[in-house]
């Protein structure tokens, strides 16, 4: 199995920034593409991916303000936010599909989530 832990949601006021962080760990071989997804509401949204070799997508809602990164030694993807807008607030989950040791399946895994709260 793996396990995804998140860290560094939080209040913010609008305008402000926020670095959400995603560690992996357990039986991992190998991680394709890591990511984050976040849920309001009535809406589920695909935030930002990021592929093993630093690919990266963007929903054009936060495009120009949310930057992903990874540390491939670390198994660890980060979403730097800044701007942050009302509109914002959701509870984030980040996701990693997982090549586990001794198998040749890819499986994705996902963080507990983690509130981000944006005040006007």
């Known amino acids: 199995q793996a396990q995804l832990v998140e860290s560094g949601g939080g209040l913010v006021q609008a305008g402000g920034s926020l670095r959400l962080s995603c560690a992996a760990s357990g039986s991992i071989f190998s991680i394709n593409a890591m990511g984050w997804y976040r849920q309001a509401p009535g809406k589920r949204e695909l935030v930002a991916r990021i592929t093993n070799d630093g690919s990266t997508n963007y929903a054009d809602s936060v495009k120009g303000r949310f930057t992903i990164s990874r540390d491939n030694a670390k198994n660890t993807v980060y979403l730097q936010m800044s701007s942050l807008k009302p509109e914002d607030t959701a509870v984030y989950y980040c996701?990693?599909?997982?090549?586990?040791?001794?198998?040749?399946?890819?499986?994705?895994?996902w963080g507990q989530g983690t509130q981000v709260t944006v005040s006007s």
């Open positions: 996701y990693a599909d997982v090549r586990r040791w001794g198998g040749y399946d890819v499986s994705r895994y």
